[in-house]
């Protein structure tokens, strides 16, 4: 989607934000370590790296708020990774609300050697957000967590419905 006013993103963005936090919600400190193998990513480093993304991305198309930075260590705690989230989500939306106008989405700034409109920068951050949300829910399960659905049920919400499980 191409955002063309700052109500428009925010309307996905709240609802993409307030899942990604119900998810990182669920984490515990004995889940942060889970990989698919040894060298891949862990679960926490994926937790952590969705975070500080928001600030990294948005800083560099010109927003300025305090949250984590891309380099900040990784938490040893489930309960900071998610507290660090809301703190990044509710400062950048606070950020966008008052340094942008709708005029700005198309704005344009360097992002990673090319040049991005703000606009394009805010719907690859909302995408960003839910490729490595669907690779954490792949590690959850590994973790044995439980989990949300975000798009529909999880399996856990069908049983809660009575319904039947889908196979």
């Not at 515990?28 to 500080?52: M, P, Y």
């Not at 509710?90 to 106008?101: D, L, P």
């Not at 989405?105 to 090319?114: A, K």
């Amino acid at each position: 989607m191409m955002y063309h006013t700052i109500e428009e993103f925010l309307a996905e963005w709240t609802y993409e934000s307030d899942s990604t936090q119900q998810i990182l919600d669920l984490l515990n400190d004995d889940s942060l370590g889970t990989r698919v193998k040894e060298g891949e990513r862990s679960l926490g480093f994926l937790a952590w790296h969705i975070v500080v993304s928001v600030h990294e991305m948005m800083s560099r198309a010109g927003l300025e708020f305090a949250a984590p930075h891309h380099d900040a260590e990784l938490p040893t705690a489930a309960s900071e990774i998610a507290r660090g989230y809301r703190k990044a989500n509710q400062a950048f939306t606070e950020a966008i609300r008052t340094q942008w106008k709708d005029a700005n989405l198309s704005d344009e700034h360097d992002m990673y050697g090319d040049m991005w409109s703000s606009a394009t920068t805010l719907n690859v951050l909302v995408k960003h957000q839910i490729h490595h949300r669907g690779q954490l829910t792949l590690l959850m399960r590994l973790a044995g967590l439980p989990m949300i659905g975000v798009y529909g049920p999880s399996r856990e919400e069908w049983a809660s419905y009575g319904g039947e499980i889908p196979k």
